[in-house]
């Protein structure tokens, strides 16, 4: 009579093949989508998945893929990115950024920087819509652009969603530059427009209506004589700020 006592297999199969596991970032933000995997160098289709929360975990490899590298492919509005090339390794989970809009995506865990941003007119504190870009000084000395936002034009309010690696990080609040002067444009009211010439000033219309067929002689704030009427079109001139900088700041991680 044969006999045979069946032990159980307390090896995880998956270390057995290659594999590889990474939380992908697209345009700072978990991916959610169809992503492909890819061999560098080859263009070689391995497959396809769908992932929800950015995780993406390729397992049971064919061993001849062992050596080789790969990069993941998406779709972001009919257009192909890629990632950067990665070896297979069943340990390591990578952090893949893909930026959409040219230059490198930011890295790191994500956090939250809130604040407000107001803008002194006739010695009054007002709440102010401006542009915000948070930079970070990277613990290996590099510096990099981690999160942007705009501040509520109605109570100055920012909530501006980074990514960190645990650098010091820097807001940057941007007066707003407007468009230059058009010729005969209509304008609207509040919105800004710049010389083409720069003179340091920016002028907001008061009154909306068409500008003039030519540029006129730009004028300056001197404390009684800042509104000027041309055409049927009234501008207030006002001075443009320098960036303002908020910081150091160490972003708690959520």
């Not at 034009?153 to 990514?163: C, N």
């Not at 340091?200 to 300056?220: D, I």
Request: charged content about 20%.
């Amino acid at each position: 009579m044969f006999t045979d006592t069946y032990q159980p297999l307390n090896t995880d199969l998956r270390s057995l093949y290659p594999s590889v596991k990474a939380k992908l970032m697209v345009d700072g933000k978990l991916f959610a989508g169809t992503v492909s995997l890819i061999v560098e160098g080859k263009m070689g289709y391995i497959f396809s998945t769908r992932i929800n929360d950015g995780t993406i975990n390729a397992s049971f490899l064919p061993d001849s893929l062992a050596t080789l590298s790969f990069s993941f492919l998406v779709f972001v509005d009919h257009q192909p990115f890629a990632t950067k090339p990665v070896k297979s390794d069943d340990v390591v989970v990578y952090d893949l950024a893909i930026s959409t809009k040219g230059g490198s995506a930011p890295t790191g865990d994500p956090g939250t920087i809130t604040g407000k941003v107001e803008q002194v007119i006739d010695n009054q504190p007002q709440p102010v819509a401006r542009t915000l870009v948070a930079v970070e000084n990277k613990p290996d000395g590099t510096w990099a652009v981690t999160g942007n936002a705009t501040s509520d034009s109605q109570t100055g309010a920012y909530s501006l969603d980074v990514l960190t690696d645990g650098g010091d990080t820097f807001v940057l609040a941007i007066d707003d530059y407007g468009r230059p002067f058009t010729a005969s444009a209509s304008v609207e009211l509040n919105e800004i427009i710049h010389p083409t010439t720069p003179n340091g000033y920016v002028y907001r219309v008061e009154k909306a209506g068409t500008l003039p067929g030519s540029e006129p002689e730009w004028w300056v704030d001197t404390g009684t004589n800042h509104t000027r009427t041309i055409n049927d079109v009234t501008l207030r001139a006002m001075a443009y700020n320098r960036p303002l900088c908020h910081g150091a700041l160490t972003v708690e991680t959520s």
